[in-house]
């Protein structure tokens, strides 16, 4: 079974704004302090910048901590504290394009998460607002200890959880957005 939704948000700013605290978003000491607090540490493992083409590539680690495990299940499986992620960010400054792709580097053997998020210039306000696309895919791996049902239930746990993350990543985005605008004037 996979759990996979698609979520799109518009943020009422330019697009170069948005791209800017996005890339701030894990790093940013408020967003760490109160809404991302279950972010532990970013680390960038790479990062290629190709002044030819106005491209950026770069590659980060993320640590956070894990959300508990449905009580039922506590028992059954071992689970680590910490998720460790994967995200891949691509930039296209002249085509006004961002992609960010994560993936779980750990806890493969109970689930497997996979987010692909893009930022466009708004279709009809592209000089003001941004498209946001988000599209996650959640799968629990076959686990022969775990019956159909709770790995449903883990499923739907950790949609539930990333759908609240999520939320507080926009909410952060937005309010590093505000300051930057502050900043514009």
Do not use: K, Y
């Given at each position: 079974m996979v759990v996979s939704y698609t979520q799109e948000h518009v943020y009422r700013h330019p697009w170069h704004r948005v791209t800017a605290a996005a890339w701030r978003k894990f790093t940013d000491a408020d967003a760490r302090a109160a809404p991302l607090s279950h972010i532990l540490e970013?680390?960038?493992?790479?990062?290629?910048?190709?002044?030819?083409?106005?491209?950026?590539?770069?590659?980060?680690?993320?640590?956070?901590?894990?959300?508990?495990?449905?009580?039922?299940?506590?028992g059954l499986v071992a689970a680590a504290d910490v998720v460790l992620c994967v995200e891949?960010?691509?930039?296209?400054?002249?085509?006004?394009?961002?992609?960010?792709?994560?993936?779980?580097?750990n806890l493969r053997a109970l689930v497997h998460v996979e987010e692909s998020c893009s930022y466009r210039p708004h279709p009809e306000r592209p000089d003001e607002w941004t498209l946001f696309r988000q599209e996650t895919?959640?799968?629990?791996?076959?686990?022969?200890?775990?019956?159909?049902?709770?790995?449903?239930?883990?499923?739907?746990?950790?949609?539930?959880?990333?759908?609240?993350n999520?939320?507080?990543?926009?909410?952060?985005?937005?309010?590093?957005?505000?300051?930057?605008?502050?900043a514009d004037h």
């Open positions: 970013v680390h960038t493992l790479s990062r290629r910048v190709d002044a030819g083409s106005g491209r950026i590539d770069a590659v980060r680690a993320i640590a956070g901590r894990a959300p508990p495990l449905p009580l039922l299940l506590r891949h960010t691509t930039v296209d400054g002249p085509a006004r394009a961002m992609r960010v792709v994560s993936r779980n580097a895919s959640i799968r629990c791996a076959p686990l022969a200890a775990v019956a159909a049902w709770a790995a449903e239930m883990v499923e739907r746990r950790c949609a539930e959880r990333f759908r609240q999520a939320s507080q990543g926009r909410e952060v985005v937005e309010t590093i957005c505000e300051r930057l605008a502050l």
